[in-house]
C-alpha cells in the first residue's frame, strides 16, 4: 500500500500561479508514473498531467499544456505540478496518484486530493 499526502492548494487570483506537491510514502513501494487528475464541480475527473518516474518523460492534457509543468523530487518520492496563468476554469479538486508498475491496469493509489480555488 502506498500514501500519497498532497499539498499546495489554496485561493489564488486569475493569472496567478501555484505549485502542488504530492509526496508518496510506503514500504516497497513502486512508482512507475505518477499523475494530476482534477475534478471540477458537477464534472468528471480529468487527466491533468503525468510523469513517467524513471524516465521523467511527461505528458499533458491539452487544457493545460504550456501552462502546467509536472516534475519530480526522485530522493522524496514527490511529484510537483506548477501551474501558471491560472484562470477560473481550472477550479478543482486536484489528485495526486500512483500507478505502480506497467502491470497495474490503471492508476492504483490516489491521494486525498487538494482544493485549488482561482478567483476572477
Known amino acids: 500500500q502506498a500514501q500519497l499526502v498532497e499539498s499546495g492548494g489554496g485561493l489564488v487570483q486569475a493569472g496567478g500561479s501555484l505549485r502542488l506537491s504530492c509526496t508518496a510514502s510506503?514500504?516497497?513501494?513502486?512508482?512507475?508514473?505518477m499523475g494530476w487528475f482534477r475534478q471540477a464541480p458537477g464534472k468528471e475527473r480529468e487527466f491533468v498531467a503525468s510523469i513517467r518516474w524513471s524516465t521523467t518523460t511527461t505528458y499533458y492534457a491539452p487544457s493545460v499544456k504550456g501552462r502546467f509543468t509536472v516534475s519530480r523530487d526522485n530522493a522524496e518520492n514527490t511529484v510537483y505540478l506548477q501551474m501558471n496563468s491560472l484562470n477560473p476554469e481550472d477550479t478543482a479538486v486536484y489528485y495526486c496518484a500512483v500507478r505502480s508498475s506497467l502491470t497495474s491496469i490503471n492508476y492504483n493509489y490516489w491521494g486525498q486530493g487538494t482544493q485549488v480555488t482561482v478567483s476572477s
Open positions: 510506503g514500504r516497497s513501494l513502486s512508482i512507475y508514473s
